[in-house]
């Protein structure tokens, strides 16, 4: 089992940033690939970046590239999500999740295994 819990997350003006983070306890924290997602009311939630554990390979969604940044300390159990000029449409409840294999099916929200509560970010025009 892994418990994940979400931090940093708030109101910011866009172009402004922000940096999340994502707390992990229980076992086997740095064997496991690390996901960002977002997500509206009412709207599927969508794949942010992610991080594999054995290299920190990372991937992002194109939204997002150049933007965010995902890094992880597996010695403080904690992934991060750097956000820089942000913008209105990056709003959304934010969440971290894991998952046990870096492959094709990163992006795919049904693979991950463990998911935290989210927290939520605002970015006003």
């Known amino acids: 089992q892994v418990q994940l819990v979400e931090s940093g997350g708030g109101l910011v003006q866009a172009g402004g940033s922000l940096r999340l983070s994502c707390a992990a306890s229980?076992?086997?924290?740095?064997?496991?690939?690390m996901g960002w997602f977002r997500q509206n009311p009412g709207q599927e939630r969508e794949f942010v970046a992610v991080?594999?554990?054995?290299?920190?390979?990372?991937d992002y969604a194109d939204s997002v590239k150049g933007r965010f940044t995902i890094s992880r300390d597996n010695a403080k159990n904690t992934v991060y999500l750097q956000m820089n000029s942000l913008r209105p449409e990056d709003t959304a409840n934010y969440y971290c999740?894991?998952?046990?294999?870096?492959?094709?099916?990163?992006?795919?929200?049904?693979?991950?295994?463990?998911w935290g509560r989210g927290t939520q970010v605002t970015v006003s025009s």
């Open positions: 991080i594999a554990w054995e290299d920190s390979t990372t």
């Open positions: 229980g076992r086997s924290f740095s064997t496991y690939v």
């Open positions: 999740a894991a998952r046990s294999t870096y492959n094709y099916r990163n992006y795919d929200a049904r693979t991950y295994a463990y």
